[in-house]
């Protein structure tokens, strides 16, 4: 089976998605923060691309949160930002939010067409692929892995293809990369033992550091922490309990 | 001063190349072409983007070649393919050749409006790499350098990266990179004692081997063998010898 890694949300290529699973990763900070959202009893999270949109479905359900950023900053009237440690249980237990980042929303988006679709980061890396193996095997027109980094502004990220060469690592040596899948995967093993110190050098990384938020950048370089696995369904990110 | 390094033709971002000297690369194998055609006495290539426009262009002038390929197979009725080896001495010397490739020429194109363009591949690659330095040196306004990978039909490409970090490896520790750049120069580094192997085994490497193009993959990995450094001059690729 082939596993194609995409380098950003605007990749100018992308593989038919029919029978494909994809996976997307934002790093810093959408899925990462998704995934601690999930784990602190958030119901369920609604990805749009723009604030308008954002705010007109609010319109309809004025008890769901509003979440994201626009240059790496919260946005004025939303409930929360795109940092991890704004979904604290207090504000997302049980609760719907309607969220709108630069580019993870973007990248999955731009894969929703495949027949599956998984939220993964550093946080739940081995619980993914735990779940897209198990997936595989009970599906058996599944041909193939789409990994979309949402990368930074249409731009090649370092933690986000780190985090996609984790992936393709851990997803055992069945499978068969593209390019940047490989590359990836040797990028992600000379540094998988300075994590916090790769990921803390990249552009994202310095940016989101240069504005006071240090602690997202060594909360989102811990793998494994979390055995949460979000599927997106029908338009909407839930945390998916059971394999189908 | 900040180097950026593009990972396909199509890159959806781009930086303001006004200021900037740019470098293109497409290892397999326009670029690396080019340089041994300018090697073996070529007086000229006129980079274009599609076939039409190639025999267009030969209709005012008889004397020119055609060059070029699509999906790596040479071009019905044109003089030479998009091999190394048809661009010998007996064919291209003296000669002016219009090309069109997938994706070198793409590349050129996307990169034109920079104030210099270079022509690189493992072939030239440190006298491409003296060639910026002392261009630097004599034109202060020079704010960046951009790095073109040509990439493979708008995909991440593993031999134009290790070749984008090589270069950016040689340009010194006074350079900061973009990400990919970064990224690059890793691969490089954990690559390039066994470059050949990496290239062979590329995505685009195993096409070149499957259509009985192994040479070409063991020629195009070999660095610095050419002291040729080609240059952008009105739309023109010339073999510039005196960086002005």
Redesign the interface.
């Known amino acids: 089976m082939l596993i194609d890694?995409l380098?950003?949300a605007?990749?100018?290529?992308m593989p038919a998605l029919k029978n494909k699973v994809a996976v997307v990763i934002d790093v810093f900070r959408a899925t990462s923060t998704m995934v601690t959202a999930f784990s602190n009893g958030c119901r369920a999270i609604i990805p749009v691309l723009t604030t308008e949109e954002a705010l007109e479905r609010r319109t309809n359900e004025p008890g769901y949160l509003l979440g994201g950023e626009r240059r790496a900053l919260p946005i004025e009237g939303f409930d929360v930002g795109n940092s991890p440690y704004d979904y604290v249980t207090e504000k997302v237990g049980g609760k719907t939010i309607i969220m709108t980042t630069t580019n993870g929303t973007r990248a999955i988006h731009a894969v929703a067409e495949a027949r599956q679709v998984w939220i993964a980061s550093f946080l739940n890396a081995g619980s993914v692929v735990d779940a897209i193996n198990q997936y595989i095997r009970k599906n058996s027109e599944i041909d193939g892995i789409v990994i979309i980094c949402a990368g930074?502004?249409?731009?090649?990220?370092?933690p986000d293809?780190l985090c996609a060469g984790m992936l393709v690592d851990m997803l055992g040596k069945d499978m068969e990369s593209?390019?940047?899948g490989?590359?990836a995967q040797?990028?992600y093993n000379?540094?998988k033992d300075r994590l916090h110190e790769t990921l803390s050098?990249?552009?994202?990384g310095r940016l989101l550091q240069s504005i006071g938020y240090e602690k997202d950048v060594s909360y989102c370089a811990q793998p494994n922490i979390l055995s949460i696995t979000p599927v997106l369904e029908d338009g909407v990110v839930i945390a998916r309990t059971e394999i189908i």
């Open positions: 890694v380098p950003s605007g990749s100018p290529w930074s502004e249409d731009r090649f990220d370092i293809t593209n390019d940047l490989r590359a040797m990028l000379i540094s050098m990249s552009e994202h």
